[in-house]
């Protein structure tokens, strides 16, 4: 699982990324918002970790422009200030969570659990997609109970990936295109659909089904 984390204390920052690391995430430690913002337009994260009070933007402004754009990355907040305004500003941009400093590390590892449940996020190397396929999303491969296996590209593979963690949810062609290109790479309607029909020569239109005029939905 690849977590950006935003903190401007030093101190925690790394008591933070130390303990996540050790608990096996691949995290990448932002210290203001204008690096974070880059690294979000730059990279694909499955969990955004956002303090409120930073250098620049605040987590939640940050957090606002990325809903705007239709990312939907689950989100945490962390914050010092224990008043309602703040809590009910960042339920307002997006966030899913919100956890208040002095917090105990294991807190903050008891939260990301909840989101991986949430959004069906996995760290295992494995995803079983059903009884028969299995997805290798590091290997870019789908391995079938046959003992035969097959390659995917890697946009293939994040499509795949983003479908299934969202599954039995329509998600838009926006949706899709914003959260796994980048700003200056975004594919056409096209494109899109070619990869989608790749895709289907595995799983057939019964998996991954279109909704006309707003996107696809795989269902399990």
Same mark, same amino acid.
């Given at each position: 699982?690849?977590? *950006?984390?935003?903190? =401007? +204390?030093?101190?925690?920052?790394?008591?933070?990324? @130390?303990? %996540?690391? /050790?608990?096996?995430?691949? #995290?990448?430690?932002?210290?203001?918002?204008?690096?974070?913002?880059?690294?979000?337009?730059?990279?694909?994260?499955?969990?955004?970790?956002?303090?409120?009070?930073?250098?620049?933007?605040?987590?939640?402004?940050?957090?606002?422009?990325?809903?705007?754009?239709?990312?939907?990355?689950?989100?945490?907040?962390?914050?010092?200030?224990?008043?309602?305004?703040?809590?009910?500003?960042?339920? *307002?941009?997006?966030? =899913? +969570?919100?956890?208040?400093?002095?917090?105990?590390? @294991?807190? %903050?590892? /008891?939260?990301?659990?909840? #989101?991986?449940?949430?959004?069906?996020?996995?760290?295992?190397?494995?995803?079983?997609?059903?009884?028969?396929?299995?997805?290798?999303?590091?290997?870019?491969?789908?391995?079938?109970?046959?003992?035969?296996?097959?390659?995917?590209?890697?946009?293939?593979?994040?499509?795949?990936?983003?479908?299934?963690?969202?599954?039995?949810?329509?998600?838009?062609?926006?949706?899709?295109?914003?959260?796994?290109?980048?700003? =200056?790479?975004?594919?056409?309607?096209?494109?899109?659909?070619?990869?989608?029909?790749?895709?289907?020569?595995?799983?057939?239109?019964?998996?991954?089904?279109?909704?006309?005029?707003?996107?696809?939905?795989?269902?399990?």
């Amino acid at each position: 699982m690849k977590i *950006l984390l935003m903190e =401007d +204390d030093p101190v925690l920052a790394d008591l933070m990324r @130390e303990y %996540l690391v /050790e608990c096996g995430y691949d #995290i990448f430690l932002c210290h203001d918002s204008k690096s974070a913002q880059k690294s979000m337009n730059d990279d694909r994260f499955d969990l955004f970790i956002l303090d409120i009070n930073v250098p620049g933007k605040s987590g939640i402004e940050l957090l606002k422009e990325e809903r705007e754009f239709e990312k939907n990355t689950p989100t945490i907040l962390i914050t010092a200030y224990r008043d309602i305004e703040h809590l009910k500003k960042g339920f *307002l941009a997006g966030c =899913d +969570d919100y956890i208040k400093k002095p917090f105990e590390l @294991e807190e %903050l590892e /008891e939260r990301i659990n909840n #989101i991986k449940k949430r959004y069906n996020i996995q760290n295992d190397i494995l995803i079983e997609i059903d009884e028969n396929i299995n997805f290798d999303y590091h290997k870019r491969e789908l391995i079938f109970s046959d003992g035969s296996s097959v390659s995917l590209s890697l946009k293939e593979s994040e499509i795949l990936r983003y479908l299934i963690n969202h599954k039995n949810r329509v998600v838009s062609t926006s949706e899709l295109t914003q959260n796994i290109w980048s700003y =200056d790479e975004i594919p056409s309607d096209a494109t899109l659909r070619v990869y989608i029909k790749n895709l289907r020569r595995y799983f057939g239109k019964e998996r991954i089904k279109t909704v006309r005029g707003v996107g696809y939905c795989f269902e399990s």
